[in-house]
């Protein structure tokens, strides 16, 4: 099974790295957008030894000429608008893709006429492109849908993912307004410069359209999280009375009722004034469900997991556009891939 | 969408009621293992005034002629074995089948020649056959395996379910071996007359087939829990130094390591000595994962949800026998089922 990774960031190469480890597996190649000039391995363009030997390109049709893969993993960019590009030449190509943009998550919420050119390519190619990633695509959505499965009746959704912004570096910082003033944070949320969390109408549209529910109107609301006491990393100093973090909630409608409610205040060094961070899920209905994780599921880990996991089933999936609620559930590759993927259903395994 | 209900006992009932509320489907006749002498309504086969009008037969192959349904949901017994005769019936009839014996989970791993018969025969007539439920089906195997799909490696899975038995009556509180002295719950263990829960197999081939590992073996043990003070259900009285429940446990190997351990202690008045009911998912790997919900998902409200939230997606699947694992997540079905249907994947629904 050859596969092509895109993008060379800490998520390619994280991903390109878990392709290294799975049996059955082999990195095919690497594309980065960027030009790196004399760089042609993707052991010197990731920074990983295993990868040593196989080409990197930051012409896509060309590295795919010359890798022949059958699977393509994007981790490149978060906006359906700026992945499409890519996917057409994949999914041209003859490949099954796997996205970790954000938007890819639920394309056809914001971008109906886009999924549908998508969803009409890949089937016209008879190959399968998904979305996935830890949040959009596991713990706010597909968990939450999987969780209602065992309800008679839900009268309301609310899922909370709380996490520590402390890793990470100045681009995602600015995109929740790390270390502003109150006021310049409601401006960078006005000017649409404090982004908070990408993906709350595609994890939203994913319960909705999985439940059968017919959302009216979805409301998103970014706040700051004010800090009381100094907050610091290597990246960052938060005096008192600065912006921490972004606390990013959506409620979706369906027929004037509000009936999902998403929560994710991403905030640095949030144990500094006694928040836990942590996942969970709570569905009022009949019977009510409560499940809850503590820490968070990790992001990065996580997300680049699920679009390794995912491989055998986009393989064996039907053509077209799909979402993680379209699929059977991902689970951890831990034998050789092709001999899952040659299981039949039902198979004897003791 | 017809959909037909085996079985006239608390399950049956309770699934046969749920049918009767969700849009787009319609009960269309209830079939009992027991004659009846006289009745011949649903209604006053399972006391449901919503099923009145609806056909009762104890004759199976009678009442499809009259009902004409789609979809049979089974709830008349537990074993395969047991099971096997109303759904070659079912298959041969041309029904989507959905069953709650726990065997049904996943026939390949106690019962391969089983499973294969009725793989083919379900190919043949392009039909699908599903095991579902909420132990197992769903807590510890469906949700244990969706987890590990966040995780780049799995060391070991620990999956515990801690119910309540005190509502249940004295035919399971008899298979837990409650009310016995410890000596007797011994010899009850020895006789096979204690049986504890069944499905430990069949969850743990569930979620080693899907991660590809090879079980070696799997060992269970069933022990006493000792009442040390005394309990008390509408059913049975337990007396300090009787059993109140059993503690059974599973552990499967892999290559002769422990890899899934599961544990489901059952007992009456757990709460009297401080024991708190619930579900707990612990992954020890890369990530480690814990999730933990309680109380405990309730099995008989939960499995009733399971069996008709599975409909829609057993009438997409493919022709064959197949489990929780195979297709899509169950997702509570709160709008008309003949919409969910319809719906493409990735439609817009904002």
Redesign the interface.
């Known amino acids: 099974m050859k596969v092509v990774v895109l993008g060379t960031g800490r998520m390619g190469e994280g991903i390109a790295r ?1 392709l290294l ?1 799975k049996p059955g597996i082999a990195l095919a190649g690497v594309y980065g957008r960027r030009p790196r000039p004399g760089i042609t391995d993707a052991g010197d363009a990731v920074g990983l030894a295993g990868a040593r030997g196989t080409p990197f390109d930051n012409d896509l049709a060309a590295l795919l000429d010359r890798a022949r893969p059958q699977v393509a993993i994007q981790a490149t960019c978060s906006r359906l608008e700026d992945a499409m590009g890519e996917i057409r030449i994949l999914v041209d190509a003859g490949l099954d893709v796997i996205s970790i943009a954000e938007e890819l998550a ?4 914001r971008s ?1 006429d886009a ?1 549908r050119e998508l ?1 009409a390519l890949a089937g016209r190619r008879r190959v399968t492109v998904l979305g996935t990633g ?1 949040n959009p695509g ?1 713990v706010l959505d ?2 939450v ?2 969780l ?7 009268d309301r959704i609310t899922a909370t993912r709380v996490n520590d912004l402390s890793p990470y570096g100045p681009t995602v910082l600015e995109s929740q307004g790390v270390g502003l003033s109150p006021d310049a944070f409601a401006a960078g949320v006005a000017a649409g410069a404090v982004v908070g969390h990408r993906g709350f ?1 595609e994890s ?2 994913m319960i ?8 009216s ?2 409301e998103q609301r970014r706040e700051p999280v004010v800090a009381r006491v100094r907050r610091e990393t290597p990246f960052v100093t938060v005096d008192p009375g600065r912006v921490a973090g972004c606390r990013h909630t959506a409620v ?1 409608y369906v027929e004037d009722v509000p009936r999902i409610e998403l929560v994710h205040p991403q905030q640095v060094c949030p144990e500094i004034e006694g928040v836990e961070t942590g ?1 969970e899920i709570a569905i009022a ?3 009510d ?6 820490p968070e ?2 992001g990065g ?2 997300t ?3 679009a ?3 491989i055998p089933r986009v393989v064996a999936a039907a053509p ?4 993680m ?13 092709r ?2 993927l040659a ?8």
Chains 1, 2 share one sequence.
């Open positions: 878990l480890e639920y394309p056809a919420c109906p999924a969803d830890i596991f597909l968990l849908i999987a209602t499965g065992v309800c008679q009746r839900v109408p939203m549209a909705a359209g999985a439940l059968g529910w017919r959302l109107r979805i979706g996942d209905g009949e019977p469900v409560r499940f809850a994780g503590r599921i990790p880990t996580g680049a997991a699920l390794v996991n995912m077209g556009l799909v979402s609620a379209d699929l059977p559930v991902p689970a951890a590759i831990m034998g050789d891939v001999h899952l299981g039949r259903r039902g198979e004897v395994v003791a």
